[in-house]
């Protein structure tokens, strides 16, 4: 019985100075922490926004061309549809001369000789009849053209007929109309002048 007692004094003893010996739990000691792998990731840099102000010198260079370009694309356009402005009014006017008219040639050549004073000083031109006026207006073609040359002719001989010949209206209608179209009508009328003193010597000459 009291070797019992002992034994469990013992016993009890021991465990005591075992737990003592013993760290308690906050006593324990931690794990070393492993680092962040995101910690040593650096802020993302958005680039600076570019200013494209002020310009370069080499962007002025290149908005002068361009701005020089297109104004001379403007003046060439406006010229040419300047230049040919009665011309299309009288080929618009052609279209209205019909051969049911009596005085058709006269009309038809009223609209040649208008045309003519648009581009050639007008006093000289409303002077020319006859050959003159037909060797003027053969002289104006930009090339040789035996068939219009044609019916210009018959156009001429027509209007000085009391009676002009209906078979000869489409053809001359259509010299008319061809002549408006392949004309070579000087763009400056101010020094057209000698042209049409050449023409009128050359009728002479004819």
Not at 82 to 106: D, F, G, M, T
Not at 111 to 124: D, E, F, V
């Amino acid at each position: 019985m009291q070797s019992n007692n002992l034994s469990s004094n013992v016993l009890s003893s021991l465990l005591s100075r075992y737990a003592q010996t013993m760290p308690s739990a906050n006593q324990m000691p931690m794990p070393p922490q492993q680092p962040d792998p995101l910690a040593q990731l650096r802020d993302i840099h958005v680039p600076e926004e570019v200013n494209i102000w002020p310009l370069d010198w080499g962007w002025w260079v290149l908005i002068a061309v361009v701005l020089s370009v297109l104004f001379g694309l403007y003046k060439a356009i406006t010229a040419h549809i300047r230049h040919n402005k009665a011309r299309k009014q009288a080929l618009a006017l052609v279209e209205s001369i019909s051969e049911k008219q009596n005085n058709w040639p006269v009309a038809l050549n009223s609209i040649l000789k208008r045309t003519a004073m648009s581009y050639y000083p007008t006093q000289q031109v409303a002077a020319l009849y006859g050959k003159q006026w037909q060797a003027f207006l053969t002289s104006s073609l930009k090339s040789s053209d035996k068939e219009l040359e044609g019916g210009l002719a018959k156009l001429v001989s027509n209007i000085y007929q009391a009676t002009p010949n209906p078979s000869d209206f489409e053809t001359c209608k259509g010299a008319v109309k061809n002549w408006l179209s392949k004309a070579k009508l000087p763009k400056d009328k101010h020094t057209s002048d000698s042209l049409v003193d050449e023409k009128v010597t050359e009728a002479h000459h004819a």
